[in-house]
């Protein structure tokens, strides 16, 4: 039996298999962050071609939450509308549909937005310099997080995703490298997830119990004096109890860094996560082959796969993949005779 085509239930979400759409924003919606047609055939493609769980790109739950102009929003109840058009095609077609809600903090470049972080530092040349965040501003982001989840829900989405990798504004709490406060937010690594706990609190009193919490975290900075695996395993073991239900392991985006790549390169780290925090993993990429997906899987480096740019260039892929791995899985009814 492949494990890549294996079923999995985690709370009321069911996953046909194991492959994940990671988030990837497509910039395609307009100014006000509403989705268009693109969105819903973008990833409807991606649900006929058999991908198991699809999370919608990085979603602004303020709108100087946005990383570009063209990012989709969930700041306003008027997105809701959207975005459940985009859920409801692709359930239909047989995938479960999750959405990552972000906030870009200093690495915002959307026009006419105040931008906001922890500690008043730029990422880099490029970049306007942040304004610190208040304690108001900070309450402000929570409870858009809290209203986020809440639309997201009404949406009919399956999961949600928090995103606190890449050194958005999450991660730029959570990383000492980007996080210079002095008071309860800033300081200790249990003061820098302060900010993380609260959000996943308050998340927690409009998301259903039922339906799973992601956590996207980089899970390796690249910067000696920044967060590392073991930093990730500590955090996440504090907010988990919180209501976690699966991390998601991504890395990188916090400072600027040269980063060697290479298919797998962050396997280690999702590994290193699930030992230690005894949660659910995804992992992935540069991953294009089932054969080496299926070796993650099956020796328990990770308990999914994320595939990014793999599913842009074939969003088929799940279906060549069973293929390859010879694994009878339900085609859609219409491909039922390209099958063999
Ligand atoms: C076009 C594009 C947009 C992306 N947007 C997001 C995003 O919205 N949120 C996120 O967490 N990661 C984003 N990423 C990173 C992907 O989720 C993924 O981690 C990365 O592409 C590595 O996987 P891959 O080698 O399979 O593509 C993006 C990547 C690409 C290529």
């Known amino acids: 039996m492949n494990k890549l085509f294996s079923h999995i239930n985690i709370k009321n979400l069911e996953l046909k298999n194991r492959i994940v759409m990671a988030p990837m924003c497509m910039v395609m919606a307009d100014e006000k962050g509403y989705a268009k047609d693109w969105h819903e055939i973008h990833y409807a493609t991606r649900a006929i071609g058999g991908t198991g769980l699809i999370i919608l790109e990085a979603t602004a739950v303020e709108s100087r939450g946005r990383i570009k102009d063209g990012d989709l929003g969930i700041w306003d109840n008027s997105h809701i509308e959207g975005l459940s058009k985009i859920v409801n095609s692709s359930k239909a077609l047989g995938a479960k549909v999750g959405i990552q809600l972000a906030h870009a903090g200093r690495k915002c470049t959307a026009k006419s937005e105040t931008i906001i972080a922890p500690s008043p530092i730029a990422f880099d040349d490029s970049y306007s310099t ?6 108001d501003d900070i309450k402000a982001v929570i409870n858009s997080f809290k209203e986020g989840a809440r639309r997201a829900n009404e949406a009919g989405f399956d999961a949600i995703e928090i995103h606190g990798a890449h050194g958005y504004l999450i991660n730029e709490f959570l990383s000492p490298l980007t996080n210079k406060r002095r008071d309860e937010y800033g300081g200790s690594l249990e003061n820098r997830t302060k900010f993380l706990i609260e959000i996943i609190k308050e998340v927690k009193t409009v998301w259903p119990e039922n339906k799973p919490i992601i956590l996207r975290v980089s899970g390796e900075e690249y910067a000696e004096s920044g967060n ?33 790549i290479y298919p797998g390169y962050q396997v280690t780290f999702a590994e290193t996560i699930k030992k230690g925090t005894e949660l659910p993993v995804i992992t992935g990429g540069l991953i294009t082959e089932p054969e080496m997906a299926e ?23 799940p279906l060549e993949a069973a293929k390859k791995l010879n694994q009878d899985i339900e085609w859609p009814y219409p491909y039922r005779r390209a099958k063999n």
């Open 130 to 135: 942040p304004e610190e965040m208040t304690k």
């Open 228 to 260: 590392h695996p073991e930093d990730l395993v500590n955090i996440i073991n504090l907010v988990k109890n919180e209501g976690i239900d699966i991390i998601n392991v991504s890395s990188g985006g916090v400072v600027p860094a040269d980063i060697d």
């Open 295 to 317: 070796e993650i899987l099956k020796n328990n480096r990770a308990d999914f796969i994320f595939l990014g740019r793999e599913l842009l260039r074939n969003p088929y892929w």
